[in-house]
């Protein structure tokens, strides 16, 4: 698998700043990096900026990536030559949901061969909470982060710096703190840990209790052992994605969405349930309090077997997959 990179922040925050530093770090330690930029007109002069840094550059101008340019970027990650060495990163317009994006780049089948979003959060130590109506989105692109970088240190007061921090604590944004050399390091170790495994999804357990993939390398693979779960803890992922059982209790999983710990802000898949085993349900659990939306789709789906994403920063994985394996309806084997 190659690694995918998702560079998020705010309008102005310093992304493509951040790139020119990040870039030749992976260089230096033997990564080929490849890059997608998104923004809404000026994609080419991003792109400009980076000329020479990256193997390849590929300048998508128009709206946000998960809607006006989810076709062109879906498109450039599915023509990428995956190769061992090699990683994706994209770097995100300013007013990005990730949630959103997290969950495309996540749940799109034909991208197995990345493996799970890792997420940088870019803060503007300068701007950080000052956008007014804007306030929300900016501690959304913050929430869903595997890691944070501070820009503008050098402009700002060491107390504006400790209310910035203190602001993040209080939305519970918990994720490390990183420089590009940090970055660097750690798509290097996924890299490394992932390169022998062609796809996210290596076997689909076909047994009804099983709630997640298992490696066929070994007669028994216990799943907490694996590289990709490794690099998932290691890394703070900001995603979690599990297969579900063939066929699911609805109101099984009404009760396990209020069971939700705080720290998943949004859950989203594809599901069989006992009332209509025969058709595919879409479903998608957005907060507490509000009810859980399902959505009937039919026979047929692109996604082979039910499956669950899980977004929110340091997920309780455990608890999450025991949740997932208490789902199998009585009387189902």
């Known amino acids: 698998m190659t690694p995918l990179v998702l560079l998020v922040g705010f309008l102005g925050s310093g992304k493509t700043t951040f790139l020119r530093g990040l870039l030749p770090e992976l260089k230096a330690i033997g990564i080929e990096p490849h890059v997608v930029i998104n923004d809404y007109q000026n994609a080419k002069v991003d792109a400009g900026l980076l000329a020479g840094l990256a193997t390849e550059i590929t300048p998508i101008s128009g709206s946000c990536v998960c809607c006006g340019s989810r076709d062109e970027l879906l498109a450039a990650l599915e023509a990428f030559d995956h190769q061992a060495g090699r990683a994706m990163l994209i770097e995100s317009n300013g007013t990005t949901d990730s949630e959103e994006l997290i969950e495309l780049l996540s749940l799109e089948p034909d991208l197995s061969g990345f493996t799970l979003p890792i997420q940088i959060s870019l803060i503007d130590g300068k701007r950080w909470q000052k956008r007014f109506w804007h306030n929300g989105l900016e501690r959304d692109q913050a929430r869903t982060a595997n890691y944070i970088h501070i820009t503008r240190q050098d402009e700002i007061s060491d107390a504006r710096l400790k209310d910035v921090e203190a602001s993040l604590a209080e939305a519970g944004i918990t994720a490390n703190r990183v420089d590009p050399a940090g970055v660097a390091q750690a798509v290097a170790a996924i890299a490394q840990a ?13 047994d009804t209790h099983c709630g997640h993939d ?79 939306q399902w959505l009937p789709i039919g026979r047929e789906t692109r996604i082979e077997q039910p499956l669950i994403l899980f977004i929110g920063p340091s997920l309780p994985e455990d608890d999450l997959r025991q949740k997932i394996a208490a789902l199998t309806p009585t009387g189902v084997s």
């Open 214 to 292: 298992h490696l066929q390398d070994d007669d028994h693979h216990d799943h907490a052992s694996t590289p990709m779960s490794q690099s998932h803890a290691e890394h703070h992922f900001a995603s979690l994605q599990e297969f579900l059982p063939a066929v699911v209790d609805q109101s099984a999983m009404d009760r396990m969405f209020a069971s939700l710990p705080p720290e998943v802000i949004r859950a989203k898949g594809l599901a069989r349930l006992s009332s209509s085993p025969d058709e595919y349900h879409i479903f998608q659990y957005v907060d507490r309090g509000t009810a859980v």
């Open 194 to 206: 992932v390169g022998g495994i062609p796809s996210r999804h290596i076997h689909a357990c076909t």
